[in-house]
């Protein structure tokens, strides 16, 4: 990793004395830093602001707003409070430089001054202001270490773990965007999971013939260092496409889990891109293994979270018809319920039940029994609609859920349904077993039913009609509307 002299720190000098400042000015300049003048408190505190100086020489006497004044309002915010005042002035009362000392300045020089001295001052407290910012950068790399690593062990879903491991990796490396990558099985493929600057990215495929960085870090397992994207000889054959964005250099970290690359981490920055100290290498590496950690849980949840889905699927279907079960359809006819509530539609409820099928498990056994409630589960599902629910409620009865029909649909819709089953042949290859099927018709609304038990209770009611008046038929539970 190569290492570039680091920019010179910045000074602004605050005096209303025009020859000072361009006096001050040039020796400051000629001692390697880069200067800013202003020539009263107002334009210091907008300079302040936007040049973010490292050090800010100060007069006190000043027209409109004062060096005190300036100082305290530096002092009192938390994003300038750091920047060391040394104060520049021409009082020279124990009150009046006690005073400065209270505003916050770190420290003053007397006019006239010696500028040797000025300069052996500044350096002092740009040493200060180093050590300062090393310290606050080493506790908030620290949280954030903090905040990722718990982050890994913790409950969270993977995809808000990927997130918090993209966010902090970014603030600390300073980067336009900070993609974590899983490599796929297939070499020419991988996925990005998570990019801190669009929170919308989820498994996003792309080429990584296109990404010639992360197919070195991949094969070398080493960390990938472009300084500068618009010369580095990695990206020549995608150099077209590089032009085009707004990155400057680009920082390719291989996550890997038990000596296989996984992924990466993925940084591009819009400045040249540092990164030599050991600190900065190992906090990097750290990053770089706990995003292992957090692919490999995520591997093993989402393998159980899957594995969870489907046993919970095989609670919820019927093993012989492959049908959803009674347990499902309590479940669906309560959404379904409360659905027909909210926005005032009809829901119908049809229970069926094959006549006299007990003779068939007595004549033909119960194999080819089974064969015949195989057959009439998939007789209802071709022969309904796609929003239709169908369930095996037990033994030979099923249910059918019609949202949006009223009661003259749904006793149609059920009499259709016994027709088909009483004209088609069941029984498997050696068929010819003939049976009818009795239906309940249960409607919402309706009377005496105000939640989705009452709807089903109204449809058994029904059925117990359809087989009191001779089978083969269906009925609606009040008797003058099933004629």
């Known amino acids: 990793m190569s290492s570039e002299p680091t920019p010179a720190p910045r000074i602004l000098l605050v005096d209303d004395d025009r020859e000072l400042r361009a006096h001050l000015t040039e020796a400051l300049a000629r001692s390697g830093y880069e200067v800013s003048g202003v020539p009263d408190g107002e334009a210091a505190l907008e300079a302040i602001k936007r040049l973010r100086p490292d050090c800010v020489i100060l007069d006190i006497l000043m027209p409109r707003l004062d060096g005190y004044w300036v100082c305290r309002a530096l002092k009192a915010d938390p994003d300038t409070a750091a920047i060391p005042v040394l104060v520049l002035t021409a009082l020279s009362r124990k009150e009046d430089l006690l005073q400065g000392l209270g505003a916050g300045a770190e420290d003053f020089v007397r006019k006239p001054f010696d500028l040797q001295e000025l300069l052996a001052r500044v350096e002092a407290q740009l040493r200060v202001k180093h050590r300062h910012d090393a310290v606050a950068k080493e506790r908030n790399d620290l949280r954030a270490l903090l905040e990722v690593s718990q982050a890994v062990s913790s409950t969270l879903r993977s995809r808000e773990i990927f997130q918090i491991i993209v966010r902090e990796t970014a603030r600390i490396i300073a980067s336009v965007r900070c993609s974590l990558l899983l490599i796929a099985d297939d070499p020419l493929y991988a996925y990005v999971l998570a990019s801190h600057d669009d929170a919308a990215v989820d498994r996003l495929k792309i080429e990584l013939a296109k990404y010639p960085e992360l197919q070195e870090a991949i094969r070398t397992r080493a960390p990938v260092l472009i300084d500068d994207v618009q010369t580095h000889p990695l990206l020549e054959s995608v150099r077209d496409q590089v032009r085009r964005l707004s990155v400057t250099s680009i920082y390719v970290l291989p996550v890997i889990f038990r000596n296989q690359v996984i992924g990466t981490l993925f940084l591009r920055t819009a400045k040249a891109l540092h990164l030599h100290s050991p600190q900065e290498l190992k906090l990097c590496q750290v990053i770089a293994d706990l995003a292992a950690t957090a692919l ?42 409360t659905r027909a509530q909210r926005h005032r539609h009809p829901l119908a409820c049809v229970l069926y039940d094959l006549d006299n099928f007990k003779q068939v498990n007595d004549q033909w056994g119960h194999a080819r029994g089974d064969e015949v409630l195989q057959q009439v589960a998939r007789l209802l599902q071709e022969n309904v609609r796609g929003s239709d629910v169908v369930a095996r409620y037990g033994g030979e009865e099923f249910v059918v859920l019609l949202p949006m029909t009223d009661e003259p649909g749904a006793l149609a819709e059920a009499r259709r349904i016994c027709r088909l089953i ?23 609304p309706g009377p005496d039913i105000r939640t989705a038990e009452d709807l089903l209770y109204q449809a058994d009611r029904a059925l117990y ?11 609606l539970a009040s008797p003058a509307a099933s004629s």
């Open 296 to 337: 490999q849980n995520a591997h093993t949840y989402e393998s159980l979270e899957l594995n969870a889905a489907h046993l919970e699927q095989l609670t919820l279907l019927d093993d012989l018809s492959g049908l959803p079960n009674r347990r499902f359809l309590r479940k669906r006819m309560q959404e379904e319920f």
């Open 465 to 475: 009609r359809a087989k009191d008046a001779g089978k083969g038929d269906a009925a």
């Open 422 to 444: 009483r004209a088609h042949p069941l029984g498997g290859a050696a068929g010819g077993i003939r049976l009818s099927a009795s239906a309940g018709v249960g409607v919402y």
